[in-house]
């Protein structure tokens, strides 16, 4: 597909349906994504709600769960799971407006990456908007931290991130990647990244009602210091490429693309929302521009 970078919303030029089962509920799920008129931003319906609002729409504010996922709910406490991977490929591909109808309570996983979610949208293609994007330009540092881990958003005139993971398994061990969020860098370098989990970990998840749809199709798994799936990994530093993943899914729930650097040390779902949360309760730290220079290349 022609990477198309001229500055202006996008949305799909037809529908878009595929299905698959939720990583947690393990339940097999319906999703369609519509096109939308400019302006709309991403929306949700759950389709098997029908006694109250089944429309979420996409914000920082909306976020209401982001332990192993990042969960949305809307007033009416209706919620969804697992969105962020369907947000990373929307955010990479400049998908500003969109509406996905979903018949559960969860996602589908498909393969665990952003890259079936690319090729569906991809089938569907893409149709320029006249209204300009509005981009969130950092002015000044924002800072989140729990413990040893921390996240942050800096003043950049493009957007960029940095990653970095440090586990004990040999299997991980401390990765990092560095690199412009663009749509050929997510393309080449991002989309394909599997999430990950540890064996030991699973049974636990279970018990408590999440993972039920987990398995080596779907996921890396790490038992020990080794890698369990057969055909081992899909590239050099596919964990931390996966983190990365998430956390550019995780920020599009601001409604726009960043001009700003991301960096986090050993950053999930959670403190990404909370350095979102935090931009957010901090107006002086950024503001909303309309059009920009054309952004470099990832080099």
């Keep these: 597909m022609p990477v198309i970078n001229d500055h202006h919303e996008r949305t ?12 947690h509920t393990g339940r097999r799920v319906r999703l369609a994504v519509r096109p939308a008129p400019a302006g709309t931003g991403v929306v949700f319906v759950r389709t098997d709600v029908t006694d109250r609002d089944n429309r979420i729409p996409v914000s920082g504010e909306a976020v209401v769960d982001a332990r192993l996922n990042t969960m949305i709910a809307n007033g009416d406490d209706v919620r969804l799971s697992t969105i962020e991977h369907l947000m990373a490929a929307f955010s990479a591909l ?6 996905v109808e979903v018949d ?25 908007q006249p209204t300009p994007v509005r981009y969130i330009e950092i002015l000044e540092p924002i800072h989140v931290e729990e413990g040893d881990k921390h996240a942050a958003l800096l003043p950049c005139d493009r957007y960029e991130m940095r990653m970095e993971i440090d586990f004990p398994s040999a299997a991980i061990g401390n990765q990092v990647v560095d690199f412009v969020v663009d749509e050929t860098t997510f393309r080449t370098e991002i989309m394909a990244a599997r999430t990950f989990g540890f064996a030991h970990e699973v049974e636990a998840l279970r018990q408590a009602g999440l993972a039920r749809g987990g398995s080596l199709e779907n996921a890396v798994v790490i038992d020990g210091d080794d890698i369990l799936n ?68 990832a080099g």
């Design 94 to 99: 400049g998908v500003s407006n969109a509406v």
């Design 104 to 128: 559960g309570p969860e996602l589908p996983i498909l393969d665990g990456s952003a890259r079936d979610f690319v090729n569906l949208l991809d089938r569907a293609g893409f149709r320029r």
């Design 12 to 23: 799909l030029v037809a529908p878009a349906i595929i299905a698959g089962v939720g990583v």
């Design 230 to 297: 057969p055909g081992g990994l899909r590239m050099e530093r596919e964990f931390v490429r996966h983190k990365a993943l998430d956390a550019i899914g995780d920020l599009y729930v601001l409604g726009a693309p960043i001009l700003g650097r991301y960096e986090g040390y050993k950053a999930g779902h959670a403190l990404n929302n909370k350095l979102v949360r935090a931009l957010l309760a901090a107006p002086h730290a950024w503001r909303e521009v309309a059009r920009v220079p054309e952004m470099a290349e």
